[in-house]
């Protein structure tokens, strides 16, 4: 947890299975991301059961998530969605990877009054969820854009958190 | 709904709503009377037996533990026990219990999460846990706590609680020290009292009449409640080993599902924590054990809905044992015993959370693997779901097409299906056809 002073924690989450191709993006984009950031975020990739974000997001002020979606939109390219202000988004999210899947997650942290201050998903439009697949190719172009943009989701959330 | 005439009804449900996986289900009803069941199941298992020929034993392990992330420790357990076999390996008994104890966090997590998550909403008439988390908020956090308890423990055995990487072919690449298990004793304390309480809960719960002739097969230890070893029993007196599993229980293919069906003798049978117990009720730690003759003095073990007290049951008995494990626990002086691969074959059935999972290797020389054969649970008792459908569905003709879908998907959440860690939106559709 990465506390920063009076200022409340925030923790990036990739979430994805890492066998099941396009599935793997938000690992992937934790994985660029702790590199680029170093110790002062905590980077976490959570992988099976969706309930564990529970767990990841308990007593974090502003969590990012990061997640592969099928929302209709070209492979590769990101959509943000404050999940905070947002009730209903599960439409938005329609491809959950997990038993409970993310959207589950957050309705139910919802409803226990459990969700953290701000919850920002990035969610990466993938094109298939083979077995064993490596990323498909748009959603490997598409990767560095992803990470440039939650790099500067952390920057903005840290900065509002200083001032 | 009332028929008519001559007429042909299906009951389709695209995706069953909370069950571990994916899973389509479509009954066919003809004048008033079943005529096909067929539960589709897409399964990777299947490809995983493909994927693993070719590497070394050592990666076994890790590989396995990606078919589910909800049960990782299950398929790790059968594949270490399976290629310990094939080289003539038998650990030694402090690695033994750290292998049970792995496997106890495992039932905690993964019953707590079905038992609260995912069937108690059909029991309370809400659509899932989120609407259930607004009426019974502290229910649902006594479920999310108890499932966290199991986390934790798995976390430090397994190194993290999803795909655990510490389980390894001879033994373990890192064993906890007695201070770090014992710094987990409160949490696990406050976990069987809870434990007990969700027995109270789920037994009072309203279940619907219906019964079934079960064969029941599980690992029937002589002095324990099974999770790695044992004879295989059924209750029709069946008793063998695991490496004689394939001889008794026969997998058939079925044109609509990618799992293939598993028959003993022929006939369907259910393996899972209902089987468990009863073939190994007098093995249950002294708590459960208890609690299992308060609760069962008024059900039945032949109702599937009952499963959900059954599982209750092994979740306190898992504390139990998780607890008297910690108490006793000395840290081994090695984590694992030498490996030296050599040609064979080997097998092992463990206790996976719902239910026998055999797994056969064949290794060459080199600790290659030439063959993996692996029988998950779900698929084991695909064809005893089919067969509680097709017993169930006649009670529910009454209903909307829509109302009998749901009552049906309720019939196969009571068997907790981990078709896999897989890839699908959870929607349902129920369509109605007629001729």
Same mark, same amino acid.
């Given at each position: 947890m990465t506390k920063r002073a009076g200022v409340g924690t925030i923790r990036v989450i990739g979430v994805g299975n890492a066998w099941r191709g396009d599935d793997a993006v938000g690992l992937q984009v934790a994985r660029h991301l702790r590199e680029r950031l170093g110790p002062s975020v905590e980077v976490v990739e959570a992988e099976g059961d969706g309930l564990v974000l529970l767990d990841l997001m308990e007593g974090i002020d502003h969590v990012i998530l990061i997640d592969a979606v099928k929302g209709g939109g070209?492979?590769?390219?990101?959509?943000?969605?404050?999940?905070?202000?947002?009730?209903?988004?599960?439409?938005?999210?329609?491809?959950?990877?997990?038993?409970?899947?993310?959207?589950?997650?957050?309705?139910?942290?919802?409803?226990?009054?459990?969700?953290?201050?701000?919850?920002?998903?990035?969610?990466?439009?993938i094109e298939s969820v083979d077995s064993g697949a490596s990323l498909s190719e748009p959603v490997r172009e598409g990767l560095d854009a992803v990470v440039e943009h939650v790099h500067q989701e952390v920057e903005r959330a840290q900065c509002m958190k200083c001032t | 709904m009332p028929q008519k005439g001559k007429r042909t009804r299906t009951i389709s449900i695209g995706t069953i709503a909370r069950v571990e996986g994916e899973g389509a289900l479509r009954v066919t009803v003809k004048d008033g009377e079943v005529r096909d069941v067929e539960l589709r199941i897409f399964e990777p298992p299947r490809y995983f037996e493909a994927f693993l020929v070719g590497r070394h034993f050592a990666e076994v392990p890790d590989i396995v533990a990606r078919i589910c992330g909800i049960c990782p420790v299950a398929y790790q357990m059968s594949a270490v026990h399976a290629l310990e076999q094939a080289f003539g390996i038998r650990v030694p008994a402090p690695i033994r219990d750290l292998r049970r104890l792995i496997y106890c966090a495992e039932w905690i997590e993964s019953h707590a999460l079905h038992v609260y998550m995912l069937h108690a909403p059909d029991f309370l008439g809400y659509d899932g846990a989120i609407d259930m988390a607004k009426?019974?908020?502290?229910?649902?956090?006594?479920?999310?706590?108890?499932?966290?308890?199991?986390?934790?423990?798995?976390?430090?055995?397994?190194?993290?609680?999803?795909?655990?990487?510490?389980?390894?072919?001879?033994?373990?690449?890192?064993?906890?020290?007695?201070?770090?298990?014992?710094?987990?004793?409160?949490?696990?304390?406050?976990?069987?009292?809870?434990?007990?309480?969700?027995?109270?809960?789920?037994?009072?719960?309203?279940?619907?009449?219906?019964?079934?002739?079960?064969?029941?097969?599980?690992?029937?230890?002589?002095?324990e409640y099974p999770f790695n070893e044992g004879p295989i029993r059924s209750s029709q007196g069946l008793q063998i080993e695991a490496c004689d599993f394939e001889q008794h229980f026969t997998e058939r293919q079925v044109p609509y599902s990618t799992a293939l069906h598993s028959t003993l003798n022929g006939a369907s049978y259910l393996a899972g924590p209902a089987a468990r117990l009863h073939l190994n009720a007098s093995r249950l730690s002294p708590l459960a054990k208890h609690e299992w003759e308060e609760a069962s003095a008024g059900l039945s073990i032949l109702n599937p809905f009952n499963t959900i007290v059954a599982r209750s049951v092994e979740i306190l008995f898992a504390l139990e044992e998780a607890l008297r494990m910690i108490q006793s626990y000395e840290m081994p002086r090695s984590s694992s015993v030498p490996v030296t691969p050599r040609a064979g074959v080997g097998m092992?059935?463990?206790?996976?959370?719902?239910?026998?999972?055999?797994?056969?290797?064949?290794?060459?020389e080199q600790?290659?693997?030439?063959?993996?054969?692996?029988?998950?649970?779900?698929?084991?008792?695909?064809? #005893?779901?089919? +067969?509680?459908?097709?017993?169930?569905?006649?009670?529910? @003709?009454? $209903?909307?097409?829509? %109302? =009998?879908?749901?009552?049906?998907?309720?019939?196969? #959440?009571?068997? +907790?299906?981990?078709?896999?860690?897989?890839?699908?939106? @959870?929607? $349902?559709?129920?369509? %109605? =056809?007629?001729?």
């Amino acid at each position: 947890m990465t506390k920063r002073a009076g200022v409340g924690t925030i923790r990036v989450i990739g979430v994805g299975n890492a066998w099941r191709g396009d599935d793997a993006v938000g690992l992937q984009v934790a994985r660029h991301l702790r590199e680029r950031l170093g110790p002062s975020v905590e980077v976490v990739e959570a992988e099976g059961d969706g309930l564990v974000l529970l767990d990841l997001m308990e007593g974090i002020d502003h969590v990012i998530l990061i997640d592969a979606v099928k929302g209709g939109g070209q492979p590769g390219t990101t959509v943000r969605l404050d999940l905070s202000v947002r009730s209903r988004w599960g439409t938005v999210v329609p491809c959950s990877t997990h038993a409970i899947g993310i959207a589950d997650a957050i309705d139910l942290a919802r409803a226990m009054g459990r969700l953290p201050k701000q919850i920002i998903l990035y969610g990466i439009e993938i094109e298939s969820v083979d077995s064993g697949a490596s990323l498909s190719e748009p959603v490997r172009e598409g990767l560095d854009a992803v990470v440039e943009h939650v790099h500067q989701e952390v920057e903005r959330a840290q900065c509002m958190k200083c001032t | 709904m009332p028929q008519k005439g001559k007429r042909t009804r299906t009951i389709s449900i695209g995706t069953i709503a909370r069950v571990e996986g994916e899973g389509a289900l479509r009954v066919t009803v003809k004048d008033g009377e079943v005529r096909d069941v067929e539960l589709r199941i897409f399964e990777p298992p299947r490809y995983f037996e493909a994927f693993l020929v070719g590497r070394h034993f050592a990666e076994v392990p890790d590989i396995v533990a990606r078919i589910c992330g909800i049960c990782p420790v299950a398929y790790q357990m059968s594949a270490v026990h399976a290629l310990e076999q094939a080289f003539g390996i038998r650990v030694p008994a402090p690695i033994r219990d750290l292998r049970r104890l792995i496997y106890c966090a495992e039932w905690i997590e993964s019953h707590a999460l079905h038992v609260y998550m995912l069937h108690a909403p059909d029991f309370l008439g809400y659509d899932g846990a989120i609407d259930m988390a607004k009426d019974h908020r502290d229910a649902v956090a006594r479920g999310l706590r108890l499932k966290r308890a199991g986390n934790r423990l798995l976390a430090l055995l397994g190194g993290r609680s999803v795909h655990p990487v510490s389980v390894k072919v001879g033994g373990f690449s890192r064993v906890p020290t007695r201070h770090e298990l014992l710094g987990l004793t409160d949490e696990l304390l406050w976990a069987r009292d809870a434990a007990i309480e969700t027995i109270q809960w789920v037994t009072g719960f309203e279940k619907p009449e219906f019964r079934q002739d079960y064969t029941f097969a599980a690992l029937a230890p002589e002095d324990e409640y099974p999770f790695n070893e044992g004879p295989i029993r059924s209750s029709q007196g069946l008793q063998i080993e695991a490496c004689d599993f394939e001889q008794h229980f026969t997998e058939r293919q079925v044109p609509y599902s990618t799992a293939l069906h598993s028959t003993l003798n022929g006939a369907s049978y259910l393996a899972g924590p209902a089987a468990r117990l009863h073939l190994n009720a007098s093995r249950l730690s002294p708590l459960a054990k208890h609690e299992w003759e308060e609760a069962s003095a008024g059900l039945s073990i032949l109702n599937p809905f009952n499963t959900i007290v059954a599982r209750s049951v092994e979740i306190l008995f898992a504390l139990e044992e998780a607890l008297r494990m910690i108490q006793s626990y000395e840290m081994p002086r090695s984590s694992s015993v030498p490996v030296t691969p050599r040609a064979g074959v080997g097998m092992a059935c463990t206790e996976a959370p719902r239910g026998m999972l055999y797994h056969r290797y064949a290794v060459d020389e080199q600790g290659t693997i030439r063959e993996a054969k692996i029988i998950p649970p779900t698929s084991q008792n695909q064809r #005893r779901i089919e +067969d509680d459908l097709r017993a169930f569905v006649p009670q529910v @003709l009454n $209903l909307s097409t829509k %109302e =009998a879908a749901l009552a049906c998907e309720r019939v196969i #959440r009571c068997y +907790d299906p981990c078709i896999s860690c897989a890839t699908h939106f @959870l929607r $349902l559709e129920v369509c %109605e =056809a007629t001729t």
